[in-house]
């Protein structure tokens, strides 16, 4: 159990950045069965099913590190597979939970899993905002970012633009292909700017879904930063995109029903109703 005062410090400290960092929250153990379950599962590529290999941020040319690794997307839908029991049962993990509900202010409800591979010399993922994809309401998403490798400048780890936490959802712009194998970036407002975040593996990064965030390139040639990352709902959340409202689940597991989004979204009918 967390204490109280530590929680509380924690939580003050993150509702001013908009983000915080909760220090070994899983144990080497921990990381590496799902380090090791989840690299046994790409041993021979792409996944049918799991790994993102289709559409228009799936396409990799011959000489991407993303072709062989390209991130699992729902991989606790998936209780057939080794993948399935170890993302669900660390997506529902009761050490979770008390900084959800502090944060959020509201019961959480799991809505997505993800896991990346970032090899070495991959592409990082521009700034964006998660709650563009989720479009929960009212409120905004929650995400826990679960570090697999120590994660860091070199190899590609996380960034995020202090402050942004109280930000409307903006209109994404183009990102560079080069740098980015997504495609949407949103530009830090005047007097903001990205702070890159160290972690350790076991590590777990707590932010909503309007802070700006996102990854630089994995510029190591031996290091992959591999990642576990999930995706929480308020309780009381009217609305959900519709890819994400499928057997969403509360810590107690009873399974929950939100009403897809309606409406174009923030940014008119050009917003793509597709996953994070």
């Known amino acids: 159990m967390i204490a109280t005062d530590r929680l509380a410090a924690e939580f003050d400290a993150g509702s001013r950045d908009g983000y915080f960092v909760a220090r070994d929250l899983f144990t080497p153990e921990e990381v590496a069965e799902i ?11 792409p996944v049918e099913g799991l790994s993102e290999i289709v559409g228009g941020r799936g396409e990799y040319t011959p000489d991407d590190p993303l072709r062989f ?5 729902q991989p606790h839908f998936h209780p057939e597979l080794p993948v399935g029991p170890v993302a669900k049962k ?11 509900r502090a944060f959020m202010g509201d019961e959480p409800v799991a809505v997505q899993s993800m896991f990346y591979f970032k090899p070495p010399m991959a592409r990082g993922q521009e700034l964006h905002q998660d709650n563009y994809y989720l479009r929960v309401k009212p409120g905004t998403c929650m995400a826990a970012w679960l570090a ?3 994660a860091d400048f070199e190899n590609g780890g996380m960034k995020v633009v ?7 959802i903006a209109c994404p712009s183009q990102a560079d292909a080069s740098i980015s194998f997504t495609t949407d970036f949103v530009a830090p407002p005047e007097g903001m700017s990205a702070v890159h975040v160290d972690l350790k593996a076991g590590d777990v990064l707590f932010f909503n879904g309007s802070i700006i965030h996102g990854s630089s390139p994995n510029s190591s040639a031996t290091r992959f930063r591999r990642s576990l990352i999930f995706h929480y709902v308020p309780l009381s959340s ?3 995109g519709k890819w994400y409202g499928i057997a969403m689940e509360t810590f107690d597991g009873d399974k929950v029903e939100i009403q897809g989004a309606t409406g174009s979204g923030p940014c008119g009918t050009a917003q793509p109703m597709r996953p994070h």
């Open 162 to 168: 202090p402050g942004s936490q109280d930000l409307e």
């Open 238 to 240: 009217e609305e959900v």
């Open 90 to 100: 660390y997506m529902l993990d009761p050490r979770l939970r008390p900084y959800l």
């Open 35 to 45: 380090r090791e379950t989840f690299m046994e599962m790409n041993a021979n590529g």
């Open 148 to 150: 697999i490798d120590d």
């Open 69 to 73: 690794y390209p991130r699992m997307m």
